[in-house]
Structure formats: structure tokens, C-alpha cells
T-cell receptor, first 113, second 114 residues
Framework: DAKTTQPPSMDCAEGRAANLPCNHS???????VYWYRQIHSQGPQYIIH???NNETNEMASLIITEDRKSSTLILPHATLRDTAVYYC??????????????FGKGTKLSVIP | GAGVSQSPSNKVTEKGKDVELRCDPI?????LYWYRQRLGQGLEFLIY????????KSGLPSDRFSAERTGESVSTLTIQRTQQEDSAVYLC????????????FGPGTRLTVL
């Protein structure tokens, strides 16, 4: 699975949009971009994933560049409960023999009141 | 159920004892994964079950670790002769491969080996 690069930490003011970048320049054509977050002492929580089109759900939006070498997770109105470590993961479908999620160090997002 | 559940939530044991950790996946999810997360570290893949196929045990750190799954339901992770370095949070996840392959995690079991 392709490696990802994320900034180690970011701050965001409460109520503002949080934009978390991720570089995955070696991504393959069959690899998806997944975003998870882990709030202290809890299991990882799925946020969103995509292949090449931008995606939006009730939690966030995912913007993937046309060359697929980078992406941005957008939390439109950050709240204090969004303070967590955010992980960008690139992985092929399990049907292609790629089972495990490989979590890097992620970005520690701190939402400031 | 509504999500992946794990039990117990916390387990304290003495070095050398055996422990069993349980995972109840989301109903209908065919794939089940175990991971381990040591304090301040990332997740380590342990084992993967998919339907009736042979599990992928490539992540198990030693032969003291084993896991079973009954059909497409409950899984148990067993650690024999526990060591202090086994102390960690053990996380279970499940997914429905036909639907985006997204893994949904349980709350984990925090294992402390004294």
C-alpha cells in the first residue's frame, strides 16, 4: 500500500472549517484514500473514503486532486469534539489481497474554543 | 447490532496467565480484523478472517497468539502465557467487502499484564 504524508499537528478555531492535507504521491490506480480519526482512548472511527471523485457525507468532505497524488479532508464546522488524531490511509480493496489498514502517525487536530 | 462490540473493555492479568478477548462484529459483515495498539503507537495488524476462507495470520507476533472465528460471527483472540509486552489495546474491526470495504472498529479491550 502507498505511503502517506501528513502534518503532525494543526489547530483550528471552533466553528471554522478544518482542512487536513495528505500527500500520497505513489498511490496506485486501484488504491482508495480512506480517512479515519481516533479520539483519545477510543477505537478508530471511519470518516470517509474515495477513489478519484470528491466525496461528501454527514461528517466531512474529501477532495482528491485530479492526479490523485494528494487529498484534503474538510470538516466544515469544527467543534471541540472533533479534537482527535486524523489518519489518511491509502489501501487497495481487500479483494486485491490488501487486508490491513496501515495507520501512520496522522495529524493531531486541536480545535480551539 | 449497531456496531462492533468487544469484551471485556479492560483486562488486568498476571504474567504467565492466558487471556481470551471477544469480538462481536456488525451483523452480516463477512470480514473481521484484529489489531493491537501499544501506548502512543500506531495500529499493528494481527489477523484477518474472511468468510470460510483460511485466515491471514501473518501479523500474529508469536505462537502464543491465536484467534478463532465461528462462521461469520463472534471471534476470540487468545493470548497464552501473557508477557508484559503484550500490554496494549486490542482492537477488532469488521467490514462488508461488497460495500466499500470500510472497516468499522470496536472500542477495544485494554489489556494490562502485571
Amino acid at each position: 500500500d502507498a505511503k502517506t504524508t501528513q502534518p503532525p499537528s494543526m489547530d483550528c478555531a471552533e466553528g471554522r472549517a478544518a482542512n487536513l492535507p495528505c500527500n500520497h504521491s505513489t498511490i496506485s490506480g486501484n488504491e482508495y484514500v480512506y480517512w479515519y480519526r481516533q479520539i483519545h482512548s477510543q477505537g478508530p472511527q471511519y470518516i470517509i473514503h474515495g477513489l478519484k471523485n470528491n466525496e461528501t457525507n454527514e461528517m466531512a468532505s474529501l477532495i482528491i486532486t485530479e492526479d490523485r497524488k494528494s487529498s484534503t479532508l474538510i470538516l466544515p464546522h469544527a467543534t471541540l469534539r472533533d479534537t482527535a488524531v486524523y489518519y489518511c490511509i491509502v489501501k487497495a480493496y481487500s479483494g486485491a489481497g490488501s487486508y490491513q489498514l496501515t495507520f501512520g502517525k496522522g495529524t493531531k487536530l486541536s480545535v480551539i474554543p | 447490532g449497531a456496531g462492533v462490540s468487544q469484551s471485556p473493555s479492560n483486562k488486568v492479568t498476571e504474567k504467565g496467565k492466558d487471556v481470551e478477548l471477544r469480538c462481536d462484529p456488525i451483523s452480516g459483515h463477512t470480514a473481521l480484523y484484529w489489531y493491537r495498539q501499544r501506548l502512543g503507537q500506531g495500529l499493528e495488524f494481527l489477523i484477518y478472517f474472511q468468510g470460510n476462507s483460511a485466515p491471514d495470520k501473518s501479523g500474529l507476533p508469536s505462537d502464543r497468539f491465536s484467534a478463532e472465528r465461528t462462521g461469520e460471527s463472534v471471534s476470540t483472540l487468545t493470548i497464552q502465557r501473557t508477557q508484559q509486552e503484550d500490554s496494549a489495546v486490542y482492537l477488532c474491526a469488521s467490514s462488508l467487502l461488497a460495500s466499500g470495504d470500510t472497516q468499522y472498529f470496536g472500542p477495544g479491550t485494554r489489556l494490562t499484564v502485571l
